[in-house]
């Protein structure tokens, strides 16, 4: 292997001690950062998922209140429960665990979040303040992608990324991110025709598609930076990305790897947000 592997895992560590740091002086404040989770129905990947962020909260002197209901719980009923969440003074960040059951809109779930405690950045007022570069909270995987560029000393100003995914979660709003960074930015999707004509001229590539080794070696410039958001589950029960890894590896110049690549990212940025929900709610932000 060539490329330098970018540790998620190492690099979320430092900043999660950071974050336990500046959450304990909250605290002795009389100010706990607090984060609700609420997951509803038993899909397996989102339990990971909502385990991981709960035991973060409570390894890092976050108060946290997690929420499991069964998938037959009804839209109004969910409602219900984020408006108490919503009004709760102990709480400063919200988080419903997606994808939902099929009865549930999660569209009207997501604005039914108040912006202020949206520390996913989902809701449309979120996502309209970072189009306009005036984000009051960062979605949480993009953001984490952001942190890794800059703690391994990788400029994007004039740089050619290429995003691949077109989702609301990780490709819309890296997109926006990587803009803001000064990149020249294309985004391709499932219905380009050519992604390998993209991706070759690209100084970053970032995949998110959950369509494994979508990006193969022969698609990655030499000394290019490639990020794998992907998650995808071996027959043997493994998990790899979207990336070809072992092939794009000996090309690249920087690669993530999965796991432990973007993953342990996007749980600290979430603790990142809800702290800075709780220093604004008390007047700690300037």
């Not at 709960?54 to 037959?72: E, I, L, Q, W």
């Not at 953001?143 to 077109?166: E, H």
């Not at 690209?202 to 369509?211: E, L, M, N, S, Y």
């Amino acid at each position: 292997m060539t490329a330098t592997l970018i540790d998620g895992t190492a690099l979320s560590k430092t900043l999660r001690a950071d974050v336990a740091s500046r959450a304990a002086a909250l605290t002795a404040r009389g100010h706990q950062p607090g984060l609700a989770v609420v997951l509803v129905g038993d899909n397996p990947a989102s339990e990971v998922y909502v385990r991981n962020k709960v035991k973060a909260c409570d390894d890092n002197g976050f108060h946290s209140s997690y929420d499991r209901y069964p998938s037959t719980m009804s839209e109004a009923d969910l409602l219900a429960r984020i408006d108490e969440l919503n009004r709760d003074p102990k709480i400063y960040g919200i988080l419903v665990q997606l994808p939902l059951p099929s009865h549930i809109d999660s569209h009207k779930v997501i604005e039914a979040i108040a912006p202020e405690k949206d520390v996913d950045g989902f809701h449309v007022a979120n996502a309209g303040a970072l189009m306009t570069g005036k984000p009051l909270f960062r979605p949480c995987t993009p953001y984490g992608i952001m942190k890794m560029f800059d703690a391994y000393g990788i400029s994007l100003k004039g740089a050619n990324a290429v995003v691949i995914g077109r989702s609301n979660i990780v490709g819309k709003p890296m997109a926006l991110l990587l803009l803001d960074a000064g990149a020249t930015v294309t985004i391709c999707h499932s219905k380009t025709r050519d992604i390998g004509a993209h991706t070759r001229e690209a100084d970053v590539v970032v995949v998110a598609t959950g369509i494994r080794n979508i990006l193969t070696a022969d698609m990655v410039k030499p000394g290019a930076v490639v990020i794998d958001v992907g998650m995808n589950r071996l027959p043997d029960g493994k998990l790899c990305g979207d990336v070809d890894f072992d092939d794009v590896a000996e090309v690249a110049g920087w690669i993530t790897p999965v796991p432990g690549g973007v993953g342990p990212m996007t749980i600290t940025m979430l603790m990142s947000n809800t702290l800075k929900s709780a220093k604004r709610a008390n007047g700690f932000d300037r």
